[in-house]
Each structure stands twice: as C-alpha cells, then as structure tokens.
C-alpha cells in the first residue's frame, strides 16, 4: 500500500514557488535565476531574481547567471541576452557593462566585435 508524502520538498535551483498549498514549482524566465540552496534561507525559493548587470540569461529554470561575453555588453539588471556592441565599439573581455569606442587609427564595420 502506497502512502502519502511525508514532507514537502524545495523548488531545486532555477525554480520557484510563492503560494501555500502547491504541488510543484514553476521555472524562472528568461533573465531570471534562483540560486540552488540547500540550506536556509527558504525566501530564496518564493521568487526570481534578476541577472546582474553584465550578465545575461537565455534559458528559463536555471540557477546560474552567464557572463556577457566578448562584443557583447550589458548594463541592465535581467536581461535574457546581452545587447552586440555596435559599429564603431568593440570589447574584448568577458562580463562588460559597456562597449568601448575605437580609438583613433581602429575601426569595428560590424555589430558584436
């Protein structure tokens, strides 16, 4: 004879759950993440919270923020990609607020350098 449950589980990382009485979690969008957390505090579980600046998330349910990366640049909290730098900026490292301006005697023709 099958019984019933005998405690309620966590929402795993990525995951979230801010009513009483649920039967599962429901998975953060896109730009959003909650960290996995096996311990207290509990709170982290009843939201989402938005990808720093810098970062980006493109898939829903994750856990994790991902670094924008180079020719790419992000200076907004929750964004689901990070925006290409335009012509004429380039960046070459990973997890940049901004695009930088070529100097004089450098170029960038396209988008995402």
């Known amino acids: 004879m099958a019984g019933g449950q005998s405690s309620c589980a966590p929402c795993a990382g990525g995951q979230f759950n801010n009513l009483t009485g649920q039967f ?18 509990t709170w982290w579980r009843l939201t989402c919270f938005l990808v720093s600046t810098q970062q980006h998330q493109d898939v829903e349910g994750q856990s994790v923020c991902k670094d924008c990366p180079p020719g790419r640049a992000s200076d907004v909290k ?36």
């Open 78 to 113: 929750g964004v689901p990609v990070c925006a290409l730098c335009a012509r004429g900026t380039a960046v070459a490292t990973n997890a940049s607020k901004q695009c930088d301006e070529c100097n004089p005697g450098f170029y960038a023709d396209r988008e995402g350098l």
């Open 24 to 41: 599962n979690c429901q998975d953060c969008p896109e730009g959003q993440v909650t960290p996995h957390v096996v311990l207290e505090p």
